[in-house]
């Protein structure tokens, strides 16, 4: 069975065929998923990826089982995530789980009777976020996603979208990495990519990055910090760089930056919807 729960998962053919498709999500709804039902369990807040799943899936003639707060399913009385997998796969042809603890889409994947698609795990992964992130990348950069310099700026400790992404983009060649954190919120030291550059200062390397990929801090895994990026720094980027985002943003880019043609972090949306329609229709048609 086909479960989507890591980067790894993904192979370069898989990735490409999304990407190549994607774009003609846009013109091209169709009922190919129409009698199939697919689950949306997340244990965590989540208005993008939940929604996006809703409607990738309705838009292709599906129908959707929305658990998109589990205070009000079983699991407040007790019951297992094993138990509630296997309960949801008599009712549906998919699950996306999103669930607080690491590994949870791996146990959820050991007992499933249907495809488990990894909604995010903990500070783990989030492969459909690298899917649509590095569509946005590929489809911004005349389809190229190759030696690129790549800016990744707040709380790499925790954030699993920078992990997954990173994770991705080092598979192709010549990518270079500058990460811009605090001390005590840099990207694990196990994961740097051989090219690589740890710095605390924006301005050490925004003049010369291609892709600007910012992200909040993650208040809810214990972080304390605030930071934000000013329209000043982000005036020193190429004029062909893109500015990228998994959104919620709280305060990390201005609203005044949103006008600029080098802001893609509400394009990354519509980018997920193409690439998770094509997704639920190569896993359930």
Not at 173 to 181: A, I, K, P, T
Not at 191 to 214: G, N
Not at 258 to 263: E, F, K, M, N, V
Request: glycine share 4%; hydrophobic share 35%.
């Amino acid at each position: 069975m086909q479960h989507l729960l890591s980067v790894n998962d993904m192979n370069e053919n898989f990735i490409f065929d999304i990407w190549s498709k994607a774009s003609d999500q846009k013109e091209n709804f169709s009922n190919v998923l129409k009698s199939k039902i697919l689950t949306n369990l997340f244990y965590e807040p989540s208005t993008r990826t939940s929604s996006s799943f809703y409607s990738a899936m309705v838009r292709q003639g599906g129908s959707v089982i929305p658990i998109n707060n589990v205070k009000f399913s079983s699991a407040i009385k007790g019951e297992s995530l094993e138990d509630t997998i296997i309960t949801m796969g008599t009712m549906s042809d998919c699950i996306v789980l999103r669930h607080p603890e690491i590994g949870s889409s791996i146990k959820a994947a050991n007992i499933s009777s249907v495809p488990i698609i990894n909604a995010g795990d903990g500070e783990g992964e989030h492969p459909t976020q690298t899917l649509l992130d590095g569509f946005t990348i590929f489809y911004n950069n005349n389809k190229n996603i190759d030696n690129l310099r790549v800016t990744m700026v707040g709380d790499l400790k925790n954030g699993r979208t920078v992990k997954s992404l990173v994770k991705l983009l080092s598979r192709y060649s010549g990518n270079h990495f500058n990460f811009v954190s605090p001390a005590d919120l840099r990207f694990p030291k196990e994961l740097l990519p051989k090219k690589s550059f740890q710095t605390e200062r924006i301005e050490d390397v925004i003049s010369d990055t291609d892709v600007l990929y910012v992200t909040r801090v993650q208040t809810e895994r214990g972080s304390d910090h605030r930071y934000a990026l000013s329209m000043s720094q982000l005036r020193s980027l190429p004029d062909n760089s893109i500015v990228m985002h998994p959104l919620p943003r709280v305060n990390e880019i201005p609203r005044e930056f949103d006008q600029d043609p080098r802001a893609k972090y509400f394009d990354q949306m519509i980018y997920g919807l193409w690439c998770r329609m094509v997704l639920l229709e190569n896993f359930m048609s």
